[in-house]
């Protein structure tokens, strides 16, 4: 099966400053998509970003960017101009579309924003 | 807005009791997933389905079972609830290409 590790369990960072948080993959497939959701502490998983792995270019949400090194199964999560909406567990998971569609998820990173 | 719905927020059931977890999704997804939340673990695939009355396990499907009779719901079964089941459950559904959009989660208790 498809691992994927966040090998931070937890982070701070101050408001308005940048933080990025990492995420690493195993995979042998060529085609896949990429994916960090947002857990609040309100328990509802949100969608921050996605990238298609067939894409070169790294995808961009407003405050929330990527950093995806195919060849280094690689895709960080950068959040710039941090809030304190942000704190939240944050979840990178890969889907496979070769395998029913499968997602696999990290462990997760916990960000705190100090004010 | 996709909205996929979890009919309870908290559950709290005894050891032995057999209880029934309810999804339904409004967007016509074919593909519907369990997932087990528990601290440190990240989210645990317990069962998905990608049609109606298919299912596939998924990485610890032991101990549950599951239904989908129609499209729109998807329903994990406790056959004999145990404390080691205590945990977050997490229903969430996808299109073919899409991403997953999750319910707002049930915490059950087993005691």
């Known amino acids: 099966a498809q691992t994927v590790t966040q090998s931070q369990p937890e982070m701070s960072v101050q408001e308005a400053e940048t933080v990025t948080l990492s995420c690493t993959y195993d995979?042998?497939?060529?085609?896949?998509?990429l994916f960090w959701y947002k857990q609040p502490p309100s328990r509802q998983m949100i969608l921050v970003i996605r990238q298609e792995a067939y894409k070169q270019q790294n995808a961009t949400e407003n405050r929330f960017s990527v950093n995806f090194q195919k060849a280094a199964k690689s895709f960080s999560l950068k959040i710039s101009d941090s809030q304190l909406g942000d704190a939240a567990m944050y979840f990178c998971?890969?889907?496979?579309?070769?395998?029913?569609?499968?997602?696999?998820f990290g462990s997760g990173t916990k960000l705190n924003v100090k004010p | 807005d996709v909205k996929v719905t979890q009919s309870s927020r908290y559950l709290v059931k005894r050891t032995g009791e057999k209880v029934f977890l309810e999804c339904v999704q409004d967007?016509?997804?074919?593909?519907m997933f369990w997932y087990r939340q528990d601290p440190g673990l990240g989210l645990r695939l317990i069962y998905f389905?990608?049609?109606?009355?298919?299912?596939e396990k998924g990485d610890i499907p032991e101990g549950y079972s599951v239904s989908r009779e129609k499209k729109e719901r998807f329903s994990l079964i406790l056959e004999s609830a145990s404390t080691n089941q205590t945990s977050m459950y997490l229903c969430?559904?996808?299109?073919?290409?899409?991403?997953?959009?999750f319910g707002n989660g049930t915490r059950l208790t087993v005691t």
């Open positions: 389905s990608y049609d109606v009355k298919m299912k």
């Open positions: 998971a890969y889907r496979s579309p070769l395998r029913f569609n499968k997602f696999y």
């Open positions: 995979t042998s497939e060529s085609d896949y998509y």
């Open positions: 969430a559904s996808t299109s073919q290409r899409g991403s997953l959009h």
């Open positions: 967007m016509d997804h074919e593909n």
